[in-house]
């Protein structure tokens, strides 16, 4: 097995440990004071990139392969794809630390580019394997969006560099925002669900179809969303690509929930039943936020209602996801690797022994639930609610991420 994703990964979990440190150094004040400045950029652009998208690009490596059944269009472009994208996110973060405006412009440019190798990579081994189907079209739209939403960032960081277009940079910056959340990672997330989920559960002869309406639905809610920001933010625009998100989204859960009727395993672990309580509350959540601003459209596009569908969206459902699912992934990718050619054989584990089902439940209970309190002391607005909150959501999440580590130590 290739070493590649492993990269990715331990640097993502490198990524994630280092956000709950600075969050908890910070008290997590970032939150409260609004995400619009040098600490807020540093905080988001290390969760985002330096945690979520980390360790998505290294689970896109290997799990693209198991997709295809065939190999990456090069392994190498995909090591020179970490170097760059890596060094040009701790230059990024530096200078986000040190408010470096020319720091920022040069180890931006860097991660872009490093975007760009990935895409590039995964364009030409797509193409080559010409097999289309839900989970494949999905992998392609969502890394199209993460390519623009790299452009949508540079264009930023030109307006701040020479004041050219400075009428459009709130533009930009909703465009940019709802192409990384919406089109990156829910493509993404939803995509590689249609092969994991079905391989977890052994479920078999469930349909496929909703598979294409949910595609068909979350591409119009990214696309509609970007233009809406684009064109100015208006506020009914907007309203109606979060109408068809959550249109998307209830068709995925249905869809996840009729993979789970069709199975022929009990449970598939504590992580994946995690994850689909997490969708099922996400539903929940965009349909009650679809309503509240309907009835208080003024409400929609407010600094405290983006913040809290901000963390919603991805501290609530993309990042705990991928926790969820790390659970699975990173034990199997790693006896894979090490035990692979000794299966079967006296003294080998299975893969069942490299991590305790019982703890990892307890972890994302405990994720989860101190998810719920800082979600509560977002909606308060108390800052000693959010530290408290805050704090026990860093101290599960230090925890749980110790655990997943732990896994390569066995």
Request: with cysteine; hydrophobic share 55%.
């Amino acid at each position: 097995m290739s070493r590649l994703p492993f990269l990715f990964i331990v640097t993502g979990i490198i990524g994630f440990a280092a956000y709950q440190v600075a969050s908890l150094a910070s008290l997590f004040g970032f939150l409260g004071d609004g995400i619009r400045g040098p600490s807020g950029w540093f905080h988001v652009h290390l969760f985002v990139l330096g945690w979520a998208t980390m360790l998505a690009m290294g689970a896109v490596y290997q799990l693209i392969h198991v997709i295809l059944q065939t190999p990456i269009y090069s392994e190498r472009l995909g090591y020179v794809h970490y170097s760059v994208f890596t060094v040009g996110l701790a230059g990024l973060l530096y200078g986000f630390m040190s408010s470096d405006i020319r720091l920022i412009a040069v180890f931006a440019s860097l991660a872009f580019i490093g975007i760009l190798l990935f895409a590039w990579n995964m364009a030409v081994t797509l193409f080559r394997a010409s097999r289309w189907n839900a989970v494949t079209l999905s992998a392609a739209c969502s890394v199209s969006y993460l390519v623009l939403t790299g452009v949508s960032g540079m264009a930023m960081g030109i307006n701040f560099a020479t004041g050219w277009f400075n009428d459009y940079h709130e533009n930009l910056f909703g465009a940019h925002i709802w192409m990384g959340t919406v089109g990156w990672f829910g493509l993404l997330i939803t995509g590689f669900s249609y092969k994991m989920l079905p391989m977890f559960y052994l479920a078999h002869d469930y349909p496929t179809k909703p598979q294409s309406v949910v595609l068909l639905l979350w591409n119009s809610a990214a696309v509609v969303g970007a233009l809406s920001f684009l064109a100015g933010g208006d506020g009914w625009f907007t309203w109606f690509a979060l109408l068809l998100l959550a249109a998307a989204v209830v068709v995925y859960n249905v869809h996840l929930l009729q993979v789970k009727k069709k199975r022929h395993k009990r449970t598939p672990g504590s992580g994946i039943q995690w994850s689909l309580y997490c969708s099922q509350a996400f539903a929940f959540a965009l349909i009650g936020a679809l309503i509240y601003t309907g009835v208080f459209p003024d409400r929609l596009l407010s600094s405290d209602s983006v913040l809290m569908a901000g963390w919603l969206y991805l501290g609530g459902w993309v990042s705990f996801t991928i926790l969820s699912y790390a659970s699975k992934i990173v034990p199997f990718l790693w006896w894979t690797h090490k035990y692979g050619k000794r299966a079967g054989k006296p003294g080998t584990p299975v893969m069942a022994d490299l991590l305790s089902d019982k703890k990892v439940n307890v972890g994302l209970t405990a994720i989860a639930a101190s998810s719920l309190l800082l979600v509560a002391a977002l909606a308060m607005g108390s800052e000693a609610f959010i530290t408290i909150a805050g704090a026990a959501l860093a101290a599960s999440s230090a925890a749980y991420i110790a655990l997943i580590s732990f896994v390569f130590a066995r």
